[in-house]
């Protein structure tokens, strides 16, 4: 049973750029969350996908968007990278129905960006 | 809205001698309480949870937390610290209804020394 599989691991950017992080969630799961854990904080929530829509999101400006397909991977985009922006980025993913919902989340290994 | 205050950004332990990680909530609903744990480069794994019921949760590793509702806190113990427990530890907090804001604690890196 393969778990949350999130890819590029590592990968460096310059300011000004976009990145795109992609992310598969555990199977049977159909809810993905995205997390920004920057060095020495904890996890920092910026959105979640259900159903293909954004359903909340945390306090993080518009250059962060999200996606999410029909086979349930999402996608996280970052335009017009800051310095700021480098951070491990972290997906999780859980069932949403409400036999099974219990809050617990299942993380990646996560992608770490550099932004230079 | 609900937040997580954990006391301690390091707690230094030897090794056999008693763990004990704090941490206190905020919420304005009952909450569901977990605590993870993040080994270097890695993502975060469960430890724990409280959701309802018993208020002693057991975990892997042989951590246990107890949820006290009087005094707003979710503290994770260990009886006898192993070397292989140094980690980072998060407490997490998020609403019975959904999760699609759960919260964490800015994190406790505990050191296990020989």
């Known amino acids: 049973d393969a778990g949350v599989t999130q890819s590029p691991t590592h990968l460096i950017k310059t300011r000004g750029q976009q990145v795109t992080l992609r992310c598969s969630p555990k199977?049977?799961?159909?809810?993905v969350s995205w997390y920004q854990q920057a060095l020495g904080q904890g996890p920092q929530f910026i959105f979640q996908y259900y159903e293909e829509e954004e359903r909340q999101r945390g306090n993080f400006p518009d250059r962060f968007s999200g996606h999410q397909f029909p086979n349930y991977s999402s996608e996280l985009n970052v335009n017009a990278l800051l310095l700021g922006d480098s951070a491990l980025y972290l997906c999780?993913?859980?069932?949403?129905?409400?036999?099974?919902?219990?809050?617990?989340?299942?993380f990646g290994e996560g992608s770490r960006l550099t932004v230079l | 809205a609900q937040s997580v205050t954990q006391l301690g950004s390091h707690v230094s332990v030897s090794e056999g001698a008693l763990v004990l990680l704090r941490c206190n909530y905020s919420s304005s609903v009952p909450p569901y309480l977990f605590w993870y744990v993040q080994y270097p480069n890695q993502g975060l794994q469960l430890l724990l949870k409280?959701?309802?019921?018993?208020?002693l949760v057991k975990g892997i590793n042989g951590f246990e937390a107890e949820f006290k509702k009087s005094e707003t806190s979710f503290h994770l113990t260990k009886p006898s610290a192993h070397m292989s427990d140094a980690a980072e530890y998060f407490c997490?907090?998020?609403?019975?209804?959904?999760?699609?804001?759960?919260?964490f604690g800015a994190g406790t890196r505990l050191t296990v020394k020989p």
């Open positions: 999780a993913s859980t069932p949403i129905g409400n036999i099974s919902f219990t809050g617990e989340l299942f």
């Open positions: 199977s049977g799961h159909d809810t």
């Open positions: 409280y959701t309802t019921g018993a208020t």
């Open positions: 997490a907090v998020t609403r019975r209804v959904n999760n699609n804001d759960m919260r």
